[in-house]
């Protein structure tokens, strides 16, 4: 036989896990290629078919803990279009939850969502809502819930950040970011608890704190945006002891800083800044939004279902200093 390397290929499997190592092998008095497994056990599946619902044969392969899997769930989840909330609702979506995005204006969404799911072959809607309006958060909800039929996993992501020396703050911008990262957050969680506590098997929520709840960011100033996040890590905290023993699980996941398009945009006409940003972070760079998705995916599953109250930061190390 004859091991042809242009034909090696990873191949994913029904719950993302992925065979490596994995060589087409062409018999030498055959037309067809077939695959070989390093462990000598073959599969008789020709490359140009090959299929996990097609073979008759057991291989073996490394696959990710079935507790893992959101296969059959509904997720939620608020600001999911872009940033860190895009890499989000695509993880959710990759690991099996079909997927409602909240979004406040970016009308793009409805054809992001559509992307999403295509890719995935997972249903995903988008859902305009002004989260500052409890009223029509509660209406949106709602809606999400009678088209689904259910809510398993919310994610409350939306947010927004600003800062400024704390006495000459804009106090409507005080109140604009308190209104979104606070307010916002308790209404969406208010809104689905609502559904998820009638529910059988409850549900997950994951809040988006931030180590600004724990730390004083610097150099630059931003006491409204650190005093929201700490406000989000013990609202997180009161309703993870509040629904414990109602089957929903509370938890935050808390980044450092992230290379979002914003933070990208930012640190282009502030290089100085970015430099100590990175300069104060152990691992000497900035995080990738896509570094929060094993987070989320983690919380949203079953493989934390012993886990309420709880923070996972993602920060690089920052923390540790």
């Given at each position: 036989m004859v091991v042809s390397p242009t034909c090696r290929r990873t191949t994913y499997g029904l719950m993302g896990g992925r065979m490596e190592n994995v060589?087409?092998?062409?018999?030498?008095?055959a037309d067809q290629d077939w695959y070989?497994?390093?462990?000598?056990?073959?599969?008789?599946?020709?490359?140009s078919s090959f299929s996990l619902y097609q073979t008759q044969f057991k291989v073996n392969m490394a696959t990710s803990l079935p507790e893992f899997s959101l296969q059959g769930k509904i997720a939620v989840i608020t600001g999911g279009a872009r940033g860190i909330?895009?890499?989000?609702?695509?993880?959710?979506?990759?690991?099996?939850?079909?997927?409602?995005?909240?979004?406040?204006?970016?009308?793009?969404?409805?054809?992001?969502?559509?992307?999403?799911g295509k890719k995935f072959n997972k249903t995903v809607k988008a859902y305009k809502c002004e989260l500052t309006n409890v009223d029509q958060v509660r209406e949106v909800i709602d809606k999400i819930h009678s088209d689904f039929g259910r809510i398993d996993i919310f994610v409350a992501n939306a947010g927004v950040s600003e800062g400024g020396a704390?006495?000459?703050?804009?106090?409507?911008?005080?109140?604009?970011?308190?209104?979104v990262n606070v307010n916002g957050c308790f209404y969406t969680i208010q809104a689905v608890a609502r559904h998820m506590l009638k529910q059988p098997n409850g549900g997950s929520i994951i809040t988006l704190s931030s180590i600004?709840?724990?730390?004083?960011?610097?150099?630059?100033?931003?006491?409204?945006?650190?005093?929201?996040?700490?406000?989000?890590?013990?609202?997180?905290?009161?309703?993870?002891?509040?629904?414990?023993?109602?089957?929903?699980?509370?938890?935050?996941?808390?980044?450092?800083?992230?290379?979002?398009?914003?933070?990208?945009?930012?640190?282009?006409?502030?290089?100085?800044?970015?430099?100590?940003?990175v300069e104060h972070t152990p691992m000497k760079r900035i995080g990738d939004p896509k570094e929060l998705r094993g987070a989320v995916v983690f919380l949203a599953s079953d493989a934390a279902s012993y886990m309420t109250g709880s923070e996972i930061v993602v920060d690089g190390g920052y923390l540790v200093y």
């Open positions: 060589y087409a092998v062409q018999p030498e008095t070989k497994f390093k462990d000598d056990k073959f599969a008789a599946i020709p490359c909330g895009l890499e989000m609702s695509k993880a959710l979506a990759e690991a099996g939850a079909d997927v409602a995005m909240m979004y406040v204006s970016n009308d793009a969404t409805h054809d992001t969502a559509a992307e999403i704390a006495e000459d703050l804009d106090i409507n911008v005080w109140h604009r970011v308190m209104d600004s709840a724990s730390i004083v960011n610097r150099p630059q100033f931003q006491v409204v945006y650190n005093t929201s996040k700490a406000a989000v890590g013990m609202m997180t905290k009161c309703l993870a002891a509040e629904w414990a023993t109602r089957k929903i699980r509370v938890n935050a996941i808390s980044p450092g800083y992230m290379m979002t398009d914003m933070v990208t945009k930012y640190i282009a006409n502030n290089k100085e800044l970015g430099d100590q940003w």
